[in-house]
């Protein structure tokens, strides 16, 4: 099992509902790839440096999970097919780059609760 961090735009023009439901179709389809989640992050809309699509913004999400390799290609095969998503990325995290999520959620935590 390989630990993955996945970031994906959507459409700015989704509502509150398509967002959630784009968000859990993909969180249950790497579930049943046999992934296991550790963290789901929702950045909202954020403003784009460039213009994709003709939109100069974007729902920001994060999905941080561990799963076997041979997933990831099915799910960017999803991604590029599905007319929600305008630009995602998945990287394979070293222990540097776990450590350093483990550390970011925690920060994010404390925010939280402040």
Known sequence: MNHYETVFILNPVLSDDQIKETVKKYEDFLVSKGAKMIAKEDWGLKKLAYPIQNKKSGFYHLFEYTVAGEAIEPLEVEFRRDERFMRYLTVK???????????????NKQKVKA
């Open 93 to 107: 995290l070293d222990k540097h780059a776990i450590a350093w999520a483990a550390k970011r959620r925690d920060r």
